[in-house]
């Protein structure tokens, strides 16, 4: 039985979900040490699982169950599960090292500056999935690689080149999302939603070619 309800007395309702006690900072919300947008994430679904479980203890759980309306998200919780998948897009990368911030400006895009975070906004979090959010990462750590600010793996890097800074971006992130096993095709499907078709056919001819490479490598 959930605490709080018991046959002596009334249900004793649950803790409602708090605010963290991280403030929205004016222009970007940045990642730094532990992930704040998981804490809060983690937070806010443990205090509704707790007040589900009391509504479900007085209400009963035996015959029709209730149907309980969707609650909703402040502001606060959405930007705290968009941190949290950025979040985990770096882990995947394999750049622990590099902060993510949450830009508030209204397009879908992301951003990188030398000596800066990698900013993306909530409205491109919010159009693609978690491949394609990987892929806008890793066009970005490409960015970082071609100036020098960060060094990536090795083997994700080699053969790039071009005159085309956005395009050698596109290839070096193909290889990066190759070399963590994450389907470079998702490099061409975030292009393809953010209507860059002529980026994204040269970033599919690069996606075809290393593919091929990979393939060719896992062979005995």
């Known amino acids: 039985m959930p605490h709080g309800a018991s046959g002596s007395g009334p249900a004793r309702p649950a803790s409602s979900c708090r605010p963290s006690g991280r403030q929205g900072l004016p222009g970007t919300l940045v990642r730094k ?26 209400l009963g759980c035996r015959g029709l169950r209730p149907t ?20 985990q897009a770096v882990r995947r990368l394999g750049a622990p090292g590099i902060e993510v911030a949450l830009s508030r400006r209204p397009e879908p895009g992301a951003w990188a500056w030398p000596k800066g975070p990698i900013q993306v906004s909530g409205a491109l979090v919010d159009l693609v999935d978690d491949d394609e959010l990987a892929a806008a990462i890793a066009h970005e750590l ?8 960060w060094q990536g793996p090795l083997a994700a890097l080699e053969g790039a080149a071009g005159p085309d800074v956005e395009a050698r971006a596109d290839e070096l992130g193909c290889r990066l999302l190759a070399c963590r096993g994450i389907p470079p095709a998702a490099s061409v499907s975030l292009l393809e939603k953010l209507g860059l078709s002529d980026r994204a056919a040269g970033a599919r001819a690069a996606c075809l070619e290393i593919s091929a490479s990979c393939v060719s490598a896992a062979r005995p």
């Open 33 to 58: 040490g532990l992930p704040a947008g998981t804490r809060a994430a983690v937070g806010c679904v443990r205090n509704r699982l707790l007040l589900l479980a009391t509504l479900l203890a007085v």
């Open 142 to 149: 490409g960015h970082l690689q071609t100036d020098g600010t």
């Open 68 to 87: 309980f309306p969707a609650l909703p998200l402040s502001e606060r919780d959405v930007n705290a599960l968009r941190l949290h998948r950025l979040d």
